[in-house]
């Protein structure tokens, strides 16, 4: 059975850093793509970072530049998302989800991705 469980959200003010976990169990060993996704209130959910985990590959959206990282530990099967300078703007609830063989890249398709956290509240103060 698949199983993402996100945890590491919490309250920051402006210039904060949080690291996001997601751990995860029942995949097998092949390459998946593992993704970081946010919505906040009145906004639609989207994607903010990506890593396929058989290469490392990663991707960011353009407003994570520079200031998220995603990375991951294999040994305790588990993705990161290291937040730097964050902004009031970054408030929004994160999830992290998995695409298992649609793809063979990092990416922020939502409908490839079959497999969701139940989520983790960032909420960032000025």
């Known amino acids: 059975q698949v199983q993402l469980v996100e945890s590491g959200g919490g309250s920051v003010q402006a210039g904060g850093s949080l690291r996001l976990s997601c751990e995860t169990s029942g995949f097998g060993s092949g390459g998946i793509c593992m993704a970081w996704f946010r919505q906040a209130p009145g906004r639609e959910r989207e994607g903010v970072a990506a890593?396929?985990?058989?290469?490392?590959?990663?991707r960011y959206a353009d407003s994570a530049k520079g200031r998220l990282a995603i990375s991951q530990d294999k040994a305790k099967n588990t993705v990161y998302l290291q937040m730097n300078s964050l902004e009031p703007e970054d408030t929004a609830m994160y999830y992290c989800?998995?695409?298992?063989?649609?793809?063979?890249?990092?990416?922020?398709?939502?409908?490839?991705?079959?497999?969701w956290g139940q989520g983790t509240q960032v909420t960032v103060s000025s």
């Open positions: 989800a998995a695409d298992v063989g649609s793809r063979w890249y990092p990416h922020f398709t939502q409908t490839n991705f079959a497999y």
């Open positions: 890593i396929y985990t058989s290469n490392d590959h990663t």
